[in-house]
């Protein structure tokens, strides 16, 4: 299933340099394990991977980074909300 806007992902692969916006939160580099939220899901064309700028916030609410990341370098989050409780 293709990941959509407002899914929580992890992040699952290291990244290539240059894909973390320098000008948005803190500009850290996204890390193996961190958590986020997709906030955009890229327009591609046939036969390319798809694609989704990924924020992933701190606990103190402020964005840590903002960054492109294609869908196999990420995992969805299972949902803790169950249907029908």
């Known amino acids: 299933m293709l990941p959509k806007e407002l899914d929580v992902v992890r992040v699952t692969s290291k990244l290539p340099a240059g894909r973390v916006d320098p000008n948005i939160g803190d ?3 996204p ?3 961190d958590v986020g939220t997709i906030v955009l899901v890229h327009t591609v064309q ?5 694609a989704f700028l990924v924020e992933c916030v701190g606990e103190n609410g402020n964005t840590r980074w903002l960054a492109d990341i294609l869908q196999s370098e990420l995992e969805l989050v299972p949902s803790r909300c169950s249907s029908g409780t």
């Open 46 to 50: 046939m036969g390319q991977e798809a």
């Open 31 to 33: 890390q193996i394990g």
């Open 27 to 29: 500009a850290a580099e």
